[in-house]
């Protein structure tokens, strides 16, 4: 017997706005790298350095099911839960990540990090840079662009065995993880504890300080007033 359900707040407006930035801004990242729009891509890939901090300062910070601390358990729960996972059993109600999906949050975020990371010294083929480029050397300017084209290879990837499992709930466990992601809520057990959402106005200063952090990387972390208004110099030709 099925037990009772009640409607439940369960993901929060910035969670909900962090997942999907994403999912549109990747595929524009990779367009704009591929018809060559440098300055487009680096723009697009200051916007998911933005995203990137705010969704690390709100594991630690903002609703109860988006905290690190909630989420990430030990290989023996991720065990089990896989488990169960590949059972013929319905999916087990969670007031937010299961297991292995609050892992799949870390691997992404670390690969996103890293991919901006690496993007941001990198040097292309016709010599032209990031903000920061200018702080290392040119062999290794190149050999990050390599890395960072090798990056997105990982995260296209890692996309495809995410949409894999989203596709494995939807029509093997018949669990609908994809529409609370749009309005947030959805019906859980009364017994599910639902989680403790946290208001905007803390999503908000995070959202300032991350844009603020971004816009300083941008400017190629300048130390004065001066230097963060001014335009910075073409990084191309540091290596010409």
């Known amino acids: 017997m099925q037990p009772p359900l009640r409607r439940t707040r369960l993901w929060d407006l910035p969670i909900r706005l962090v997942h999907w930035s994403l999912v549109a801004l990747l595929p524009a990242m990779w367009w704009t790298a591929e018809n060559d729009n440098l300055s487009l891509h680096m723009t697009l890939g200051y916007a998911v350095l933005a995203i990137v901090a705010f969704r690390i300062i709100w594991?630690?910070?903002?609703?109860?099911?988006?905290?690190?601390?909630?989420?990430?358990?030990?290989?023996?729960?991720?065990?089990?839960?896989?488990?169960?996972?590949?059972?013929?059993?319905?999916?087990?109600?969670?007031?937010?990540?299961?297991?292995?999906?609050?892992?799949?949050?870390?691997?992404?975020?670390?690969?996103?990090?890293?991919?901006?990371?690496?993007?941001?010294?990198?040097?292309?083929?016709?010599?032209v840079g990031s903000p920061l480029t200018s702080l290392v050397d040119y062999e290794t300017a190149r050999s990050l662009a390599e890395i960072h084209e090798l990056g997105f290879n990982l995260?296209?990837?890692?996309?495809?065995?995410?949409?894999?499992?989203?596709?494995?709930?939807?029509?093997?466990?018949?669990?609908?993880?994809?529409?609370?992601?749009?309005?947030?809520?959805?019906?859980?057990?009364?017994?599910?504890?639902?989680?403790?959402i946290a208001p905007l106005w803390k999503a908000a200063v995070v959202m300032v300080i991350t844009a603020a952090f971004a816009y300083w990387i941008a400017k190629g972390m300048p130390t004065s007033l001066e230097q963060l208004t001014q335009p910075p110099p073409p990084s191309a030709e540091d290596y010409m």
């Open 59 to 127: 594991g630690f910070v903002g609703s109860s099911n988006a905290r690190f601390s909630q989420f990430l358990k030990g290989p023996g729960a991720v065990a089990g839960y896989l488990r169960g996972f590949f059972s013929g059993g319905p999916a087990k109600a969670h007031a937010g990540h299961n297991p292995a999906g609050g892992w799949s949050v870390i691997i992404l975020l670390s690969l996103l990090a890293g991919q901006v990371g690496v993007g941001l010294f990198a040097l292309n083929e016709d010599n």
């Open 155 to 196: 995260i296209l990837a890692f996309v495809v065995i995410h949409l894999a499992a989203v596709l494995y709930y939807s029509l093997i466990k018949k669990d609908r993880i994809v529409p609370p992601m749009v309005t947030g809520s959805r019906d859980l057990p009364e017994d599910v504890e639902a989680p403790r």
